[in-house]
């Protein structure tokens, strides 16, 4: 499933299997089971970063907004039945608090847990990108990140020298094989940014984003940040092209934020931490590629955590 030239299409722990996506959406409105509620996911602890944070008040009320957006036009598909179902949740739940403090509220738990019960199968992610998504999958060794392989399951593409006009052929060949993906994760861009103009690049990058969101087969989307080098090939003032990754890393954060994406911030890798890269200054060490999936792995769980009913 999954093959190409270079491209690292191993999963982690399942057969190459064309029905490995499933071809329903029942998945998209459910929450994370009560199981999982608070447990900690051992492959990341200790390298726990916040990555559902917002650089300024913009990027925060830009993304409450399209929530509240979300929430209306979801109420107006239920139709008003519904809605007066939901309206009533509250009052059953209050007056069974008022009978007694030792039940939990069965109607609030019935309308959480239902999601779960018509699904019964798991979240699809795909993690595409340059050769820092080829290393990471090897690195991961079929782990998950520490996530549920009962509740997700994760494909990788990593294609070593990838640009960013390659990524839209090869998002789409991966979809011409598979049903539904709930969350598409992007890390590419770096290896553009020393032979584009930053302009150019960003408003590429906006176009075929937009396109891809448009995608009937795609439930999210979410921007990895393009991570600090201390050697750029190519470039000709590694200073000019780190205020482009900056630019770019900006641009994107809008515009993900203006769609209600998810964006992957890379904050606690640093160029000057050598012992986060390996001698080339480019690729990731053992230890950077640990901060670099544990922040994945923590955007994924927030992420989850994030559907509601």
């Excluded at 998945?27 to 917002?54: C, K, M, T």
């Excluded at 470039?235 to 890393?249: D, F, H, L, Q, T």
């Excluded at 606690?268 to 922040?295: A, P, T």
Aim: with cysteine; net charge positive.
């Amino acid at each position: 499933m999954w093959e190409g030239d270079g491209c690292n299409t191993e999963f982690g722990g399942y057969d190459n299997n064309y029905e490995f996506f499933p071809a329903h959406r029942q998945w998209y409105n459910q929450r994370i089971p009560g199981w999982a509620v608070g447990q900690e996911f051992p492959y990341w602890d200790g390298y726990r970063v916040p990555s559902l944070h917002f650089r300024n008040r913009e990027e925060e009320e830009s993304w409450l907004q399209w929530r509240r957006e979300r929430t209306q036009r979801q109420e107006e598909e239920a139709g008003p039945s519904t809605r007066r179902e939901k309206e009533a949740y509250p009052a059953n739940t209050r007056v069974q608090k008022e009978d007694t403090s030792t039940q939990r509220p069965i109607v609030a738990i019935a309308a959480k847990e239902a999601p779960m019960e018509r699904c019964g199968s798991a979240v699809n992610i795909l993690v595409i990108g340059h050769s820092f998504i080829f290393w990471a999958k090897k690195h991961a060794a079929g782990q998950q990140l520490g996530l549920p392989k009962e509740h997700m399951k994760l494909a990788w593409q990593g294609w070593r020298g990838m640009r960013w006009e390659q990524l839209k052929g090869r998002f789409y060949n991966a979809l011409h094989r598979v049903n539904f993906v709930h969350l598409v994760i992007i890390h590419t861009g770096g290896n553009d940014l020393t032979s584009k103009k930053t302009p150019a690049l960003i408003e590429n990058m906006r176009a075929d984003l937009s396109e891809m969101l448009e995608n009937r087969k795609v439930g999210g989307l979410a921007w990895s940040d393009i991570i600090q080098r201390s050697n750029w090939r190519g470039a000709i003032s590694p200073k000019g092209v780190e205020k482009a990754r900056k630019k770019v890393n900006r641009a994107m954060h809008k515009f993900m934020c203006s769609f209600g994406k998810g964006i992957i911030r890379h904050d606690n890798i640093r160029s000057k931490q050598h012992q986060f890269f390996r001698e080339d200054g480019v690729h990731l060490s053992s230890e950077g590629l640990d901060l670099f999936l544990g922040n994945i792995g923590s955007f994924i769980q927030e992420w989850w955590k994030s559907q509601e009913v």
